[in-house]
């Protein structure tokens, strides 16, 4: 068993994905502290910004980050000099992006995002950019010679730091008697950014480059040019997908808040419920997949090996265990959202209509996870373009959704948009993944067995409760009692999976 802690991908995978489950809890903190600092419409506006964020990245980091990586893993002795080269282009590029931002915000806030109380929040946001290429050009540069410690600490770097700011910030706003406002967490953004750009650069100034020999010298000389050619030859075409994808998700984004206007709230009441339902409900419906996306970072790199093995069986045992337990991590979210939904909006966010977001959006939990799981599985089967197809699918139609159904019914409308294009990317990704691999998912193990399960520990808990009050009586009033119950139906439902038939266990395919 040694050796298999030892192996690179396995160790980096592991600790990326303890690194990645800590920022994430990390996170869901100080958005229950942004909550309460700023409330509904202050995180409803904090979102707001993000579209013009995610395509400047788009723009200027991302695809240069992914090109730099696969650059540097195929020669890692051009590693340095794929970095410098990407770096200079990146921040080229962030710089011109944010002088832009920060010049045309008025018109960006107004005619683009259809709100102009976010022109004074874009030139703040702006500075990020350019830390954020810093950032991801040297993440990239690390998982190129696949030593994921460098990203795994500076991403949690990027979230202790941007939560100490905020909390010092607030504190000295309270103290002094200012109004805690929007701003708080725009600042946050790039003072986060900024220390993660910081530490990333710290552990790359100072760790040496990997061999010293000559020829590795040189080719950290090549001019420029030569190096250039081939990271954009790669990087251009991930820009590409990358714009697509953030610019349908931006135009939901956008448009959500106007169309709840047209729906007949007023724009005070449309922001509220937006920053309710993407700052209180939705972290909460997408904590949980921290699991099923740890999975998935397991399970690319597996495939991926077991795929340049010819291991068609390997494969296939792979592919069934995970899709069964996304499967059963859904269900059970779908029994603690329905249950505690309300609970949890109220002593978490003391907000009712968080609550019922939680309870109405806790439906898409076993699409999302399966989508997740899949999707990981058909990149590691190289199916890049097939999953960037059925993402642009499923955002055409929640946008559709948008622009035509909540104007006439509401939230209701954009709900139900959600959970349709969920279920669809998980219908076309498994359906592509069945023609790669043959896919065992019998109903009873993936299906049955979890709802029989989740019915029977809700029934046991229910009947428990009495004896169970003067417990819960002892613990403070708020959040942990709803823990409590909920880590309870957790175990019960792991048990009842247990005795009714484990993942994996029975039914296994040959």
Known sequence: ??????????????????????????????????????????????????PVHGIAFALCAGPIQTAISRLTAADAAKGRALFKTGLSISLGAALVLMLLIRACSGFLAETVLLEPRCAPLLPVMALSIPFSAVHACICGYYYGLKKTAVPALSQLAEQCIRITAVFLIAGVC???????????????????????????????SFQPAPGKNAPQKQAQKRRFAALAAP??????????????????????????PSRLVLSGLS??????????????????????????????????????????????????????LALRYSLSMGI???????????SLGQSVYQSKSAGLLIRALCWLCPFMYLST??????????????????????????????????PRFGIAAYLAGLLLSELLLAALHLRALSREIPIFLPAGQAVLCPAISLVLAAGILFFAEPALAPFFALLPAGFLPVLFRAGLLSVLYAGGLFLLGRPGRRNRPA
């Open 1 to 50: 068993m040694k050796h298999l802690f030892l192996h690179p991908i396995l160790t980096g995978t592991i600790l990326l994905t303890a690194a990645g489950f800590l920022s994430r809890i990390l996170g869901f903190f100080y958005r229950i502290f942004l909550s309460r600092a700023i409330g509904a419409e202050g995180l409803g506006l904090y979102q707001m910004i993000f």
């Open 174 to 204: 309270t103290e002094n008697g200012l109004p805690l406002t929007v701003s708080l967490a725009v600042w946050g953004l790039l003072i986060g950014e900024a220390g993660a750009a910081i530490v990333s650069f710290l552990f790359y």
């Open 231 to 256: 990271l954009m030859a790669m990087a251009l075409p991930l820009m590409g997908n990358r714009l697509i994808l953030n610019f349908l998700q931006s135009l939901e984004a956008i448009f959500v």
């Open 267 to 320: 724009p005070e009441e449309a922001l509220s419920l937006y920053g309710s339902l993407t700052g209180m409900a939705l972290p909460f419906i997408y904590f949980p997949s921290a699991i099923t996306n740890s999975l998935a970072v397991v399970l690319l790199p597996a495939v991926s090996e077991a795929q340049a093995a010819g291991n068609r069986a390997r494969i296939r045992r792979s592919v069934s």
């Open 332 to 342: 059970l979210c779908i029994g603690i959202f329905t249950l505690f939904g309300d």
């Open 373 to 406: 799981t899949t999707g990981s599985i058909l990149n590691g089967l190289g199916k890049t373009s097939a999953v960037f197809l059925h993402h642009a699918i499923s955002m055409l139609l929640t946008l559709s959704f948008v622009v035509f159904a909540i």
